[in-house]
């Protein structure tokens, strides 16, 4: 077992377990568990095996929340940690939390890891992957969140007052796009941005009546998070996607979508997130009666009246005018 550090008077020296248990990876406590394994009870092991299968849950749950999971009594946990050389399970623990905190920086590894390929068949294998991987992500939505969940969330923003949509960064094409396609037939999405530092601005005038439907994915963005907080405060339900139960945005959702964007490219895909998007929008087409299809008609004269679109209304190109210019001063020259 390893030994406690200790200060000058002889009691335990906080700063250098801090320290020490900084130093400390995921590497290390496996190979701490290989070491130990005479000291580790049967108990103990599933207590590890816990560990090291749901990594991000031990970061984000307490000791009790986490045994109780797993069907263990929390003094596993404890005296796990203590056969690993941690003074206390808050030390080991320590070790998922750093880790998760240093997932933000995922991108370089994987893009590296991505150049690390051999020849075209090696390239072609690649995206074969990507693609295989997107459609099980695809296929895995539809699993994880059946028919019926979705149609009560759709039933929830269609009582809605107003539907502020939030997603920052990667997230942000995903909301727009509901929100592009909900205004077709309806006004009452609010599009959270932060023009000119207008975050919280957006939010200003959410309440009870409301929803807040926000996106984020691991890395997790901080607004998100601080948003679905702030909508809690004043009553109004969190609907979220995400990609994991013990995602921060989950835990404060009254209804989570749960989608996978995972790829073996070095970042994410939206491809899932967005299906699972447009099927909500289907329904809420769907349920919208006479008044979604008589704004959808109204949008489309709007825009028609903007020419938005490329057809009869747009404007004409020229090439025939430029060749009877051409044509005119070669009649001049002959």
């Known amino acids: 077992m390893r030994p406690r550090a200790r200060s000058a008077r002889g009691?335990?020296?906080?700063?250098?377990?801090?320290?020490?248990?900084?130093?400390?990876?995921?590497?290390?406590?496996?190979?701490?568990?290989?070491?130990?394994?005479?000291?580790?009870?049967?108990?103990?092991?599933?207590?590890?095996?816990v560990l090291f299968a749901q990594p991000d849950d031990v970061a984000l749950l307490s000791m009790r929340e986490l045994a109780t999971r797993a069907d263990l009594a929390p003094s596993t946990f404890l005296r796990l940690a203590r056969v690993l050389g941690f003074s206390?399970?808050?030390?080991?623990?320590?070790?998922?939390?750093?880790?998760?905190?240093?997932?933000a920086n995922i991108y370089s590894p994987?893009?590296?890891?991505?150049q690390r390929h051999d020849g075209e068949s090696?390239?072609?294998?690649?995206?074969?992957?990507l693609f295989t991987v997107t459609i099980a992500?695809?296929?895995?939505?539809?699993?994880?969140?059946?028919?019926?969940?979705l149609i009560r969330?759709?039933?929830?923003?269609?009582?809605?007052?107003?539907?502020?949509?939030?997603?920052?960064?990667?997230?942000?094409?995903?909301?727009?796009?509901?929100?592009?396609?909900?205004?077709?037939?309806?006004?009452?999405s609010v599009l959270v941005e932060d023009v000119g530092g207008t975050f919280a601005?957006?939010?200003?005038?959410?309440?009870?009546?409301?929803?807040?439907?926000a996106i984020s994915f691991r890395p997790y963005t901080r607004t998100a998070i601080i948003a679905a907080d702030y909508a809690a405060s004043h009553s109004c339900p969190v609907v979220a996607m995400t990609d994991s139960e013990v995602s921060p945005?989950?835990?404060?959702?009254?209804?989570?979508?749960?989608?996978?964007?995972?790829?073996?490219?070095?970042?994410?895909?939206?491809?899932?997130?967005?299906?699972?998007?447009?099927?909500?929008l289907e329904l809420l087409v769907a349920r919208g009666g006479e008044a979604a299809i008589a704004n959808v008609r109204i949008s489309e004269d709007q825009l028609n009246k903007f020419a938005a679109y490329w057809g009869a209304n747009s404007a004409p190109r020229r090439p025939e005018r430029r060749n009877k210019r051409r044509g005119v001063r070669a009649s001049e020259r002959s």
């Not at 335990?12 to 995921?26: F, N, P, S, Y």
């Not at 206390?88 to 997932?103: A, C, I, K, T």
């Open 249 to 280: 945005l989950n835990l404060r959702a009254a209804h989570t979508i749960f989608v996978d964007p995972s790829t073996p490219s070095f970042f994410d895909s939206i491809a899932a997130p967005v299906t699972v998007i447009a099927a909500m």
């Open 153 to 188: 969330i759709v039933a929830l923003l269609e009582r809605a007052r107003r539907i502020y949509l939030l997603g920052q960064r990667s997230s942000y094409p995903i909301v727009f796009f509901f929100h592009y396609v909900f205004k077709l037939f309806s006004a009452k």
């Open 122 to 129: 090696s390239e072609t294998a690649l995206v074969k992957k």
């Open 110 to 114: 994987r893009a590296a890891q991505l």
């Open 11 to 49: 009691g335990v020296d906080t700063h250098a377990i801090a320290e020490m248990t900084k130093r400390i990876d995921l590497e290390t406590v496996r190979t701490r568990m290989k070491q130990n394994a005479a000291d580790i009870t049967p108990q103990m092991e599933k207590a590890a095996a």
């Open 88 to 103: 206390g399970y808050p030390q080991l623990r320590n070790v998922f939390v750093e880790r998760l905190r240093q997932s």
């Open 201 to 213: 601005d957006d939010l200003r005038y959410i309440g009870a009546d409301d929803v807040l439907f």
């Open 137 to 149: 992500n695809i296929e895995q939505a539809f699993d994880r969140n059946p028919p019926q969940e």
